[in-house]
């Protein structure tokens, strides 16, 4: 099977949410005019045209960036909350920058009602487990993905203890802000055998 995880990292700021829960806000932020320019660069890699399904978390941002390849394909989009991203939950007197941090030095690290990278990771093998097709594109999210790849790869930080990852001796994740990450991961049976970042 190969699969490829798409996340699109370009939202909508200035937004008033007001008092809107965090999760919520999450769901329906809007990709920017900048993330929809990026949706349809996605929609055009020659790696993604041979795709047979198109899988998408319940997000606003992560439907809209599916929609062009969707589309261009001709295939219908598939939406699942098994793909949504990593809950964060209450909280409190953190904020995202902190919680960030201290689930990349402790991947069970969780707030109170929310998922940690194990978790998050977990959700996301379970459902990938039940597709059967081959050749599907998965519309998650940078922490799902992150959570997922712990799964597989060896972990490692650079000098500024910023989280790395490596399969198979290359460098697959490095913490770096990209307008979109694109992983290419190929299976024999259940058995990962080849992650690409595109």
């Known amino acids: 099977m190969k699969l490829y995880l798409i996340s699109n990292n370009l939202l ?32 055009n890699i ?27 394909l001709e295939i219908p989009i598939t939406l699942t909350e098994k793909l949504n991203d ?3 939950g209450t909280l409190g007197s953190k904020n995202m920058k902190m919680v960030k941090g201290l689930q990349d030095h402790e991947f069970t690290y969780k707030l109170p009602n929310g ?26 999210h940078k922490r799902a993905i992150l959570g997922y790849l712990l799964k597989f790869a060896k972990v490692g930080y650079n000098l500024d203890e910023n989280l790395i990852l490596e399969f198979n001796d290359k460098i697959i994740y490095d913490d770096t802000d990209t307008l979109y990450d694109i992983y290419e991961i190929i299976y024999d049976n259940d058995k990962v055998i080849t992650i690409n970042r595109i």
Do not use: W
Not at 12 to 30: C, E, G, N, Q
Not at 118 to 124: A, K, P
């Open 86 to 88: 990593c809950k964060v």
């Open 46 to 72: 020659k790696e993604l045209q041979g795709i047979h399904k198109i899988y998408t978390s319940v997000y606003s941002s992560t439907v809209s960036t599916a929609k062009y390849l969707s589309e261009k």
């Open 115 to 140: 998922e940690s990278l194990v978790d998050v990771g977990n959700r996301l093998n379970n459902y990938i487990k039940t597709i059967k097709e081959d050749n599907i594109c998965l519309f998650t």
């Open 12 to 43: 909508l700021d200035h937004l008033d949410f007001a008092d809107m829960d965090l999760d919520v806000i999450r769901v329906i932020r809007p990709l920017s005019i900048k993330g929809e320019e990026v949706a349809e660069k996605i929609s």
